[in-house]
């Protein structure tokens, strides 16, 4: 629960700790190995751990009820990334534990809360149980075309103010990307060693399609590969050795772009 680097968020907050990895995006999960390190350091929340096979050291899926009202400490307007470090609709949150997050944010409207999900089919099924504060915006993330069902899904949910699309990390051109009724698109390439590289086309794509379906796009990094290519920071992130077609930063609802 602190202040972050994300380029979209100003605080993360993780009501619970822990995942699985589920797809190619997962395969370099900065999580996993952050916490690796926590529970080497002694945290408390990074000591249960998860399956070797899709899980690690420290990051066994664990909730963390005693950070419930975090939020309400918080008293400046915040855009809060939950769950940075967990998924919210992994198979193992209990629905009762999820609207209990829901009602957090009901109870704070000063904040945002984006919440980001790679269980869309989970999060679709679910929805109408929950009831949904206009504050909270859902995502999914989706880092090839062989999970493009994750749109449709998160489409479905008609409950949410605002619904946006993760394409970080960009493995791959994302065609056939429907972003009807999809208010906002977040692009980046993978951060860390050993980084699969992002193609400009890519996001220049994504960027055309917003275009067409006014949705807002939010090009976050260009990622280590192209770092290293252009001698840049060690993410990307800094846009100023971008080209200039790429520097867009735009949040949905009219939102102006925002410079970092």
């Not at 479905?156 to 009807?180: H, I, K, N, T, W």
């Amino acid at each position: 629960m602190a202040d972050t680097s994300i380029e979209w968020a100003t605080k993360v907050w993780n009501p619970s700790t822990g995942c699985d990895r589920v797809s190619p995006g997962c395969h370099k999960c900065y999580a996993l190995t952050m916490a690796r390190r926590l529970k080497a350091m002694g945290s408390a929340k990074y000591q249960v751990d998860g399956d070797p096979r899709t899980s690690g050291p420290g990051f066994g899926l664990t909730l963390h009820p005693d950070t419930l009202t975090t939020p309400h400490g918080w008293h400046q307007p915040e855009r809060i990334f939950v769950n940075s470090m967990s998924d919210l609709f992994h198979a193992r949150v209990p629905l009762e534990f999820v609207q209990r997050v829901f009602e957090t944010a009901a109870a704070t409207p000063q904040h945002t809360y984006m919440v980001l999900t790679k269980r869309a089919r989970r999060l679709s099924r679910v929805a109408s149980r929950l009831e949904w504060p206009e504050n909270l915006w859902i995502g999914v993330s989706v880092e090839s075309a062989d999970y493009l069902d994750r749109v449709d899904d998160l489409r479905a949910v008609d409950q949410a103010a605002v619904r946006f699309v993760s394409a970080e990390p960009l493995l791959g051109p994302l065609d056939g990307l429907d972003l009807s009724w999809i208010d906002w698109l977040i692009a980046g390439g993978e951060s860390g060693p050993g980084a699969r590289p992002l193609a400009l086309e890519w996001v220049r794509d994504l960027i055309a399609r917003c275009d067409r379906w006014g949705t807002a796009p939010f090009v976050k990094q260009l990622g280590a590969a192209w770092a290293k290519q252009h001698g840049a920071d060690s993410k990307g992130g800094d846009w100023s050795y971008w080209p200039a077609d790429l520097r867009v930063r735009e949040y949905p609802l009219g939102a102006e772009a925002v410079t970092r």
